[in-house]
């Protein structure tokens, strides 16, 4: 029988299975024989154990589409990143940064900023054209309020998106708009820390209707560039490729060069700062890494 891990927790995987419902399963030994570990969101096919207790072993793990590192998921067509516009406000280093580990596992990124109600029309605007004008599909929504629902549940239809930010931003709550059968636990802001507390423990997959899956993944707090170049860091600013080829130096990575095209549109506010001096600071960490491997 085919299914889908949704779930994994202490060598158990819970496969849905569609209309036969979803089995507890344990991976046979040829899967460590062979180093494949199963992922939530891979497909697999199963035996059954027993029907009435619905038990089974997974026999096989189908082909991955994709495979991501962090959060270890397989088979997602996009990432929305979720934000607070306010109580916490926005880091938008960790945003960028979030951004950049899904450019670099080539998986389309929207970003959604959470209590929009709190923050007022300004704020909202200004941190929308950040985004849009890098080219990534901007939600302004608000829980509490239940508004901005309908275009980000658009946007989740039919595809596995995978969901991550930080704790405390509203990640549950939006969620819990989203479908009704699995309540998640909504943690509440420490007032003293205006940070949430890890709610979510374990990554899954969420069913919200035909071939819609959320994935929701343990709330971070930081998150770092591994298994990159400093040098591959500027692909991954979507906004810098249409300058490629235009600074005076082949191979410029827009920090301390002379004619840079990247730091001209700084200039001409055509690329926004924040997200420059975030580029800066991510190359900076990366020269340091490679500095300790050598």
């Given at each position: 029988?085919?299914?889908?891990?949704?779930?994994?927790i202490?060598?158990?995987?819970?496969?849905d299975?569609?209309?036969?419902?979803?089995?507890?399963?344990?991976?046979?030994?040829?899967?460590?024989?062979?180093?494949?570990?199963?992922?939530?969101?891979?497909?697999?096919?199963?035996?059954?154990?027993?029907e009435?207790?619905?038990?089974?072993?997974l026999?096989?793990?189908?082909?991955?589409?994709?495979?991501?590192?962090?959060?270890?998921?397989?088979?997602?067509?996009?990432?929305?990143?979720?934000f607070?516009?306010?109580?916490?406000?926005?880091?938008?280093?960790?945003?960028?940064?979030?951004?950049?580990?899904?450019?670099?596992?080539?998986?389309?990124?929207?970003?959604?900023?959470?209590?929009d109600?709190l923050?007022g029309?300004?704020?909202?605007?200004?941190?929308?054209?950040?985004?849009?004008?890098?080219?990534?599909?901007?939600?302004?929504?608000?829980?509490?309020?239940?508004?901005?629902?309908?275009?980000?549940?658009?946007?989740?239809?039919?595809?596995?998106?995978?969901?991550?930010?930080?704790?405390?931003v509203?990640?549950?709550?939006?969620?819990n708009?989203?479908?009704?059968e699995?309540?998640?636990?909504?943690?509440?802001?420490?007032?003293?820390?205006?940070?949430?507390r890890?709610t979510?423990?374990?990554?899954?997959?969420?069913p919200?209707?035909?071939?819609?899956?959320?994935c929701?993944?343990?709330?971070?707090t930081?998150?770092?560039?591994e298994?990159?170049?400093?040098?591959?860091?500027r692909?991954?600013?979507?906004?810098?490729r249409p300058l490629?080829?235009?600074?005076?130096?082949?191979?410029?990575v827009?920090?301390?060069?002379?004619?840079c095209?990247v730091?001209n549109a700084l200039?001409q506010?055509?690329i926004?700062?924040?997200?420059?001096?975030?580029?800066?600071?991510?190359y900076?960490?990366?020269?340091?890494?490679?500095k300790?491997?050598?």
């Amino acid at each position: 029988m085919k299914g889908r891990i949704i779930k994994g927790i202490a060598g158990f995987y819970y496969v849905d299975t569609g209309e036969s419902g979803i089995y507890e399963c344990k991976a046979k030994g040829i899967f460590r024989k062979d180093k494949k570990k199963p992922l939530v969101g891979d497909h697999v096919e199963i035996e059954i154990l027993s029907e009435d207790e619905k038990t089974g072993n997974l026999t096989e793990l189908l082909e991955r589409k994709n495979e991501l590192i962090r959060p270890a998921v397989a088979n997602v067509d996009q990432a929305l990143v979720i934000f607070a516009l306010e109580d916490p406000k926005p880091n938008v280093a960790l945003l960028d940064r979030f951004l950049v580990m899904m450019e670099q596992q080539e998986v389309p990124a929207a970003v959604c900023f959470n209590k929009d109600d709190l923050a007022g029309p300004e704020k909202a605007e200004e941190m929308r054209k950040i985004y849009e004008d890098c080219g990534y599909p901007v939600f302004l929504c608000s829980a509490a309020k239940k508004e901005g629902i309908d275009a980000l549940r658009e946007y989740l239809d039919g595809k596995t998106t995978v969901v991550a930010g930080p704790s405390g931003v509203g990640k549950s709550s939006l969620t819990n708009l989203f479908q009704s059968e699995i309540h998640m636990e909504t943690g509440e802001i420490s007032r003293k820390l205006k940070r949430g507390r890890h709610t979510t423990r374990h990554a899954q997959l969420i069913p919200l209707g035909k071939d819609t899956w959320l994935c929701d993944t343990p709330g971070f707090t930081s998150l770092y560039t591994e298994n990159m170049e400093k040098e591959e860091l500027r692909g991954y600013f979507p906004e810098f490729r249409p300058l490629e080829g235009s600074c005076r130096f082949q191979g410029c990575v827009h920090v301390k060069e002379p004619g840079c095209a990247v730091k001209n549109a700084l200039e001409q506010g055509r690329i926004h700062r924040s997200r420059y001096e975030n580029y800066v600071m991510f190359y900076e960490e990366l020269k340091e890494q490679e500095k300790r491997r050598y």
